[in-house]
């Protein structure tokens, strides 16, 4: 167990530094705690699986530091860290059966053969893997090897952090559920600091106490996923943070209420002038804008409903720019004089994709 | 659901069937019809039924106990080269650089070996390991070591080894190389990570990758070396006595030298059965490691 | 254009892949195959491109049978969960070769090329290497290039699974458009419910080589034929509960007892399975609702939602509530069925009584 420190740390893969577009990741600082469940969460191509593997020691940084528990390990290599690491796709050894897959890291450093056995069996019972012990691992299905990877990342119960690398991708949405929870569940327990990188926002939120978001080797937002929901530092955190993602629109900011397209939308805050600061948009969640017949609000015009099981998420435009609210399952979408209403308390303002505080 | 049947399509393999039967076929035929005859000369066959093999299969008689001992040296032979040339092809590719511009070079350099004939490579070591000019002979007996291989049993056989060697373990290492080469990156990750040691890595990673194209790398050099004729003939011409006389150079002397035409027929129809009974051993091994592969797969 | 699967068949070795299949797919909306890895569903679309025969049963097209064609002598296009292209091609002459290959006019290919790029918003990368694009830039060539074959079935094989997670969302909004007005057939497959549900259209839910339904998507999700079809189209997975309803009362094996309330109420006694969707399960007490005593063994928040699982005695069961909730885990709680919003399905597996939605709920 350990806290991990990253200090002025920056990479490039490319020959040519210094310009700013040649990172992968640009220069961060960055603690986090002991113990600590960490997601990195951005697309791809944004860094997070640059910085993951800067952690670990299978690339070294061009530029900065990694510390653990303040000791300086950038120089150190994978072996010598002393982490975990699970990979997307099932890594495991094929001809080993699966006990000694879990086994493997644990024999590797000397650990007594009882203590190896029940390490095994715990991690096994924990996976849902006890039946499959005596298998030779090539036999097994992809999402059963995933599991064996998992189980290998978490057999040792030293190490300094365990690394994820999307390690849910092959695994079936029913899977999904049932291994995201004990995920949390061996992470409560154990107090490891677990590092998590995904594009999927909801393996992200779920599994981490704070999720970093990561866009064009830049972290725009480190949060609680309470925090990135309710309250998006970036409107690209706001986009890409839920499903659909957070309505952006071009808008004037005039005390308390924003004007876009000439329909006055009440704010919780009053804002400051806000000309020369940019371009000025608000943002507002699917989920917290109502859709009505009659009265005050956006009078946009639909363009579809699209089922989605529990609710529905009906697509507007209006002024030229696309809306989405959600609607329950059991109530349905007003047809005439259509009007999107906003929780006064759930609109931002942004100046230049940049939350504005009131 | 029921295919359409028409005979028409024995028509189109006609072409193809007479080629082989012209090729293949009639020559196996004609081999076969010398090994139930026998000739005393002036083109006068008599039959001899089954005599030629009865004899060749018997080790007491002389042709058995001939057939028997070249035999005996083509297995040896075989096992021996592949004992070296496997873990050695291994290793090599394990020593090639795996990105860079070295890569050209080093594939350039091993797959010399492999573009020159046969007896080229049985020319080049004759001379080369002669002990009067050839700069390996003079060494070695320089260095006090007797060597001969016109002369010495052991002389001999590490001649031929060794040119074996120099000549194909470059097959099992360009093979090795490009298996290795399949080799997710995430393996050796997660390895490092695991804590493995180098052996480990190569016995849990490497090894059970490789497993298919060493498979492959056996059957071809067990079944190449099996049926080596070129280069002992050119280097040892089979002795000093018999003791590099493979089934094959034998072969030669039996049909070509004594002009035994029966014995010689009967005994490349034996050798001819041991060569695909082998083929067929590896082929079912092959495939049989493949389906089980199968059943693993999502 | 129709493509019928007709009492299809297909076993590998003894091993049965596909079971007895029948299913009409209609063009002019997306048939999506749902189901879990192995549950048939690159089989079934490799039977209809004719990549392999089927051991008994036929394939229709337009109630023709074309069982025994091969694959090139049928207007079949697909894209795969990875990314196909030819890599030494600009996305241009990647899109282009479908044509190429029939040996169109060239003012032909390149219309239609353009026609594809610009409804695919590839315009920008035309002139690119396929291999230079990302990877959402590298799927829309395929889509593109499938497009361009104007081919009567188009097959999309988990086109979306290897992509962002946001890139997905784009993609799959447009492209039920992408077929609108055409007379092709096409046919998706996917593991993910929520995928099926957005994809809208009909919705095949496959399990273990056998088609279990076949219907309108909403349809499909809302009226479950069975207790398989019910699992397999719900995401978070739907909450079960096995009964035997007696005296008033449903019994579970492992001793949760809930009163014969709702729709119990009407059924005649027996044992049933009763399910219910993870929104159903209340974490708040209300009048109406049945209260059950259970641990809670994980709580998970997204933001938007919160799931917290919670372990009933005999089974294992998900809460999903809007907004923010937080329960600790090893927590003692009460959770809260609602009777109205149950489905019930008899013991072998069929279904009694479907959750009831919109208009029929009054």
């Keep these: 167990m350990a806290r991990i420190e990253l200090q002025s740390l920056s990479h490039s893969y490319g020959s040519a530094p210094g310009t700013s577009a040649a990172y992968a990741v640009k220069p961060m600082t960055m603690v986090w705690e002991d113990g600590g469940a960490y997601a990195l969460l ?139 929870g004990e995920l949390r569940r061996v992470h409560r327990e154990s107090r490891t600091t677990m590092v998590y990188v995904t594009h999927d926002q909801t393996e992200a939120l779920t599994f981490a106490d704070k999720v970093v978001v990561m866009y064009d080797g830049e972290v725009v937002q480190i949060g609680t996923p309470q925090e990135l929901f309710e309250r998006p530092a970036h409107t690209f955190v706001g986009h890409f943070i839920g499903s659909p993602g957070m309505n952006v629109l071009p808008a004037s900011v005039e005390r308390n209420v924003a004007r876009i397209g000439g329909v006055a939308v009440p704010l919780a805050r009053v804002y400051p002038n806000l000309a020369g600061r940019g371009r000025i948009e608000i943002g507002v969640r699917p989920e917290f804008l109502q859709v009505r017949s009659g009265g005050e609000g956006l009078p946009a015009v639909i363009k579809r409903v699209e089922d989605a099981g529990r609710h529905k998420i009906v697509r507007a435009e209006f002024n030229g720019v696309a809306l989405a609210a959600l609607v329950d399952e059991d109530d349905s979408v007003p047809e005439t004089d259509v009007r999107f209403v906003a929780d006064p308390d759930r609109v931002h303002v942004y100046a230049d994709g940049v939350l504005v505080g009131g | ?103 050209a070079a080093t594939l350039v350099v091993l797959a010399l070996p492999l573009l020159v004939p046969w007896n080229v490579v049985g020319t080049i070591w004759q001379i080369f390991a002669r002990s009067d000019i050839g700069l390996l002979g003079w060494t070695l007996n320089h260095l006090g070591i007797d060597y001969n291989y016109t002369a010495g049993f052991f002389s001999a056989w590490f001649t031929i080894i060794v040119m074996d060697v120099w000549h194909w373990t470059s097959l099992i290492a360009l093979l090795c190389y490009a298996g290795l080469k399949s080799i997710p990156e995430a393996f050796y990750q997660a390895a490092r990570i695991d804590g493995a040691s180098r052996m480990s890595v190569f016995r849990w990673i490497e090894l059970p990758k490789l497993n298919r194209v060493l498979l492959i790398g056996v059957l071809l050099r067990f079944m190449d070396s099996f049926m080596i004729y070129t280069e002992p003939f050119v280097v040892t011409g089979g002795g000093p006595g018999n003791s590099t006389t493979m089934v094959s150079i034998d072969l030669v002397k039996i049909a070509l030298g004594q002009f035994d035409l029966g014995k010689a027929a009967a005994m490349s129809i034996v050798y001819n059965l041991i060569i695909l009974a082998t083929c067929w051993v590896f082929y079912t091994v092959m495939t049989s490691s493949d389906s089980s592969r199968k059943e693993g797969a999502p | ?360 709920r009054r």
């Design chain 1, 42 to 180: 951005g697309p791809s191509g944004c860094g997070k699986t640059t910085l993951l593997n800067i952690i670990s020691g299978l690339v070294t940084p061009t530029k900065g530091k990694v510390l653990f528990d303040g000791v300086d390990v950038t120089a150190l290599p994978t072996e010598r860290r002393n982490i975990a690491q699970v990979f997307q796709f099932p890594v495991i050894y094929d001809t080993m059966t699966v006990a000694q897959n879990l086994a493997f890291p644990l024999g590797n450093r000397g650990v007594p053969a009882e203590r190896i056995e029940a390490r095994v069996r715990t991690v096994a019972a924990m996976l849902g893997l006890t039946g499959e012990l005596r298998r030779v691992a090539r036999g097994l299905t992809a999402d059963m090897k995933q599991k064996v990877s998992l189980g290998r990342g978490l057999v040792r119960e030293d190490v300094c952090a365990v690394l994820f690398d999307e390690p849910l991708t092959v695994i079936d949405p029913h899977l999904k559920w049932q291994l995201r």
């Design chain 2, 1 to 103: 659901m029921e295919k359409p049947v028409s005979n028409r399509a024995w028509l189109l393999v006609l072409p193809v069937v007479a080629i082989v039967a012209f090729n293949a076929i009639i020559p196996l035929m004609t081999v076969v019809n010398y090994s139930v005859q026998d000739t005393f000369g002036n083109n006068q066959f008599f039959w001899n039924g089954v005599g030629w093999y009865k004899e060749l299969l018997d080790p007491s008689t002389d042709l058995g106990g001939r057939f028997f001992a070249a035999l005996g040296r083509n297995v040896a032979f075989s096992l021996i080269i592949l004992a070296i040339e496997v873990p050695l092809g291994i290793l090599v590719a394990l020593c090639m650089p795996k990105q860079g511009p070295a890569v």
């Design chain 3, 1 to 360: 254009m129709t493509v019928a699967l007709d009492h299809v068949c297909r076993s590998v070795r003894g091993e049965d892949h596909i079971l007895d299949m029948t299913a009409t797919f209609e063009p002019g909306t997306i048939n999506v195959l749902l189901g879990p890895t192995l549950s048939g569903k690159t089989s079934t679309m490799r039977l209809l491109a004719g990549l392999d025969p089927p051991t008994s049963g036929r394939i229709l097209v337009n109630g023709r049978d074309v069982t025994g064609l091969p694959v090139r002598e049928r207007s079949v296009a697909m894209v795969y969960q990875q990314f196909i292209n030819y890599p030494s091609m600009t996305v241009y002459e990647n899109i282009a070769s479908p044509l190429r290959v029939r040996g169109a006019a060239r003012e032909e290919i390149d219309r239609r090329v353009r026609v594809a790029a610009g409804l695919l918003r590839l315009e920008p990368y035309l002139d690119r290497m396929a291999l230079q694009l990302s990877g959402g830039q590298q799927q829309r060539t395929a889509i593109a290039r499938a497009l361009v074959k104007d081919a009567g079935l188009v097959l999309l094989d988990e086109p979306l699974a290897n992509l962002d997670y946001k890139l997905r969302e784009e993609l799959r909004a447009e492209l039920p458009r992408l077929f609108e007005g055409k007379d092709a057939v096409i046919v998706y497959a996917t593991t993910e419910p929520t995928e099926a549900l957005l994809l809208g259209g009909a919705t095949a839910t496959l399990h273990k080589g056998r088609l279990t339904q076949f219907g309108p998507t909403p349809h499909v999700y809302r009226n479950p034929k069975d207790r398989i079809t019910a699992q397999t189209f719900s995401d978070p997975p739907m909450n079960f509960i096995s009964v035997e309803l007696k005296n008033g009362f449903a019994r579970s094996p492992a001793g949760v007892t809930l009163p014969a309330e709702g729709i119990l109420k009407w059924l005649p006694e027996g044992r049933y399975d009763v399910g219910f969707r993870p929104r159903r399960l209340s974490l708040t007490k209300a009048p109406a609702l049945i209260p059950v005593k259970g641990v809670v063994a994980v709580s998970e928040i997204t933001g938007s939602e919160s799931f917290v699982h919670i372990d009933v005695p005999g089974e294992r069961w998900i809460a999903l509530t809007a907004g923010v909730l937080e329960r600790q885990p090893g927590q003692e709680i009460e959770v809260y069925l609602d009777p109205t919003r149950f489905f019930i399905f008899a013991a072998d597996g069929r279904l009694v009584h479907a959750e009831p939605h919109g208009e029929e």
